[in-house]
Structure formats: C-alpha cells, structure tokens
C-alpha cells in the first residue's frame, strides 16, 4: 500500500483492474492484444505487494 500512496503523491494513477478471460466478454480479445503491445512498448515496472493487501478489495469489487 506504501507504493501506491508514493505513486499518489506523484500524481499518478493506479488501477487494478480484473476480468475473466476467454468467457465471451464483447472487446475482450483486442483489449489483450492492445494490452500485451503496450507492455511491450514501455519499461516493465514490478511491485512486489501482498496479495492480502488486496484481497478483500478485490473480493468486493467482483462480487
């Protein structure tokens, strides 16, 4: 959490964002496409959090 409250005071935005794959979902497919050569395009920034920082987060937010 400490990560994203130095990315805040920066005046970035982060936004964790979670959907199920390969279930029919209209745009799904070029959003991946589009997703995977914008990774490739940038320098890859890894964060290592606990995914309990999250958990519940996540849990509400897809149920």
Same mark, same amino acid.
């Given at each position: 959490?400490?990560?994203?409250?130095?990315?805040?005071?920066l005046g970035?935005?982060?936004?964790?964002?979670?959907?199920?794959?390969?279930?029919?979902? #209209?745009?799904? #497919?070029?959003?991946?496409?589009?997703?995977?050569?914008?990774?490739?395009?940038?320098?890859?920034?890894?964060?290592?959090?606990?995914?309990?920082?999250?958990?519940?987060y996540i849990?509400?937010?897809?149920?």
């Amino acid at each position: 959490m400490e990560i994203l409250i130095q990315l805040k005071s920066l005046g970035k935005t982060v936004e964790l964002v979670w959907s199920k794959a390969h279930c029919g979902i #209209e745009g799904n #497919e070029r959003v991946d496409v589009l997703a995977k050569q914008a990774a490739l395009n940038v320098p890859l920034l890894t964060i290592t959090l606990p995914h309990t920082d999250f958990k519940a987060y996540i849990r509400k937010e897809i149920n």
